[in-house]
């Protein structure tokens, strides 16, 4: 299922949003610049590596500033085009109505805590990786549990691939990101996707969007 826009007018001009979007395309497109050993030592320097951040918590503490920051870069590096298109499309869509919910400084500091706890979820499941995480899959998904919980009457335009068929419906965003979570789980066994960093940003999401976005109406108010 790919979402095409929701029925959430916004009041405000989603400036955090869209300036996220373009810091991930602008540093997409150096990336691709870039030769290819180039672009994997950009990844492993700026991606964050478990392995790193547990010899850094366990024996080298003089690494671990480096390290969690690499938590904070890996959130703007992307592995190809289609993972970048796939996270800026959702956070172009889900975004602006969290960001018109919470305020502007308020989603930034949303976006980038969602984005740790997403990284800290995925780094309990395999603290021994030697992978570089890259992406903002698992910001984003705060971004996406943010929504479940403010907006679940809200509908999704949705396209939807069945087979060879291939269809453009409404759905209840209770419905459309209760599935996208569900499968999250499904997958979460097949390499190569930090599928935890999900489940850790989704439930983030969760758990504080309401508390955030009451203490912005409160101020406003």
Not at 42 to 63: H, K
């Amino acid at each position: 299922m790919i979402p095409l826009k929701d029925n959430i007018p916004t009041r405000t001009v989603p400036i955090i949003t869209v300036g996220i979007i373009v810091v991930n395309i602008s540093i997409f497109i150096w990336e691709s610049l870039l030769f290819p050993e180039e672009r994997e030592q950009v990844f492993r320097y700026f991606g964050l590596i478990p392995r790193e951040l547990t010899v850094a918590l366990g024996s080298r503490m003089e690494l671990l500033p480096y390290n969690v920051i690499t938590i904070f870069t890996s959130m703007f590096l992307h592995g190809g085009l289609l993972h970048l298109l796939g996270n800026m499309l959702y956070l172009w869509i889900f975004g602006n109505n969290i960001e018109d919910s919470l305020g502007h400084g308020r989603f930034l500091y949303f976006y980038l805590l969602s984005g740790l706890f997403a990284a800290l979820a995925q780094y309990l499941y395999d603290p021994m990786s030697n992978v570089p995480m890259i992406g903002a899959s698992g910001a984003v998904s705060g971004v996406l549990g943010a929504y479940l919980v403010l907006y679940p009457t809200a509908r999704v335009i949705t396209l939807v691939f069945i087979f060879i068929f291939i269809k453009i419906i409404e759905l209840p965003a209770l419905i459309f990101l209760t599935f996208w979570f569900f499968m999250q789980f499904l997958y979460s066994n097949i390499e190569g996707v930090a599928w935890y960093a999900h489940i850790g940003g989704f439930l983030f999401g969760l758990v504080v969007a309401k508390p955030f976005a009451k203490r912005h109406y409160r101020r406003r108010w």
